[in-house]
T-cell receptor, first 112, second 112 residues
Framework: NAGVTQTPKFRILKIGQSMTLQCAQD?????MYWYRQDPGMGLKLIYY???????DKGEVPNGYNVSRSTTEDFPLRLELAAPSQTSVYFC???????????FGPGTRLTVL | KQEVTQIPAALSVPEGENLVLNCSFT??????LQWFRQDPGKGLTSLLL?????REQTSGRLNASLDKSSGRSTLYIAASQPGDSATYLC???????????FGPGTRLSVLP
């Protein structure tokens, strides 16, 4: 099992550009999550999904969009990148919301 | 709104020492609590999950305790080793919550 995979590992964007962060899991988990982690802060939930076709906002959804067309994939879209979106982004999945979450290795994004 | 804090923010100890990391949460109506480890540049790895009905969980040299009524959990690491150097985060999920709330983490350095 590959677990949770994320691409790319690093990315630099210019202000106003757009990009998609990819996330995939091979554990057949229904629940998937996107977090951002800023220095000295805990993880903040951006969006989550409880299954294919069902997504919902987390604590900090502004400036992001998600889709979930399959159980395996949960891409995160950044539209009109801003310096405030400079962060490390983590994708995670779990069998149920209260269960152990499995994390991907993260994507380090810089917006200049 | 649930808030999670961790003290200290950073800790440096000599190899072989026993140590305690602290986690506090404001709303005691939690379903469970997890402790995670994060190595530099990597994702989070779950170490221990404690259900609200449990008082503690053990895994090897790690022991996590939970006092729900006082809103506290501790992670005890016995006979620390340089390989234990990492950031340790705790996270809680409420009884009716869909999502975990993370603390900012404690950065641990174990010196040889």
């Amino acid at each position: 099992n590959a677990g949770v995979t994320q691409t790319p590992k690093f990315r630099i964007l210019k202000i106003g550009q757009s990009m998609t962060l990819q996330c995939a899991q091979d554990m057949n988990h229904n629940y998937m999550y996107w977090y951002r982690q800023d220095p000295g802060m805990g993880l903040k939930l951006i969006y989550y999904s409880v299954g294919a076709g069902i997504t919902d906002k987390g604590e900090v959804p502004n400036g992001y969009n998600v889709s979930r067309s399959t159980t395996e994939d949960f891409p995160l879209r950044l539209e009109l990148a801003a310096p405030s979106q400079t962060s490390v982004y983590f994708c995670a999945s779990s069998y149920a919301p209260q269960d152990t979450q499995y994390f991907g290795p993260g994507t380090r994004l810089t917006v200049l | 709104k649930q808030e999670v804090t961790q003290i200290p923010a950073a800790l440096s100890v000599p190899e072989g020492e026993n140590l305690v990391l602290n986690c506090s949460f404001t709303d005691s109506a939690i379903y469970n609590l997890q402790w995670f480890r994060q190595d530099p540049g990597k994702g989070l790895t779950s170490l221990l999950l404690i259900q609200s009905s449990q008082r503690e969980q053990t895994s090897g040299r790690l022991n996590a305790s939970l006092d729900k009524s006082s809103g506290r959990s501790t992670l005890y690491i016995a006979a620390s080793q340089p390989g234990d150097s990492a950031t340790y985060l705790c996270a809680v999920i409420g009884n009716y919550g869909q999502n975990f709330v993370f603390g900012p983490g404690t950065r641990l350095s174990v010196l040889p």
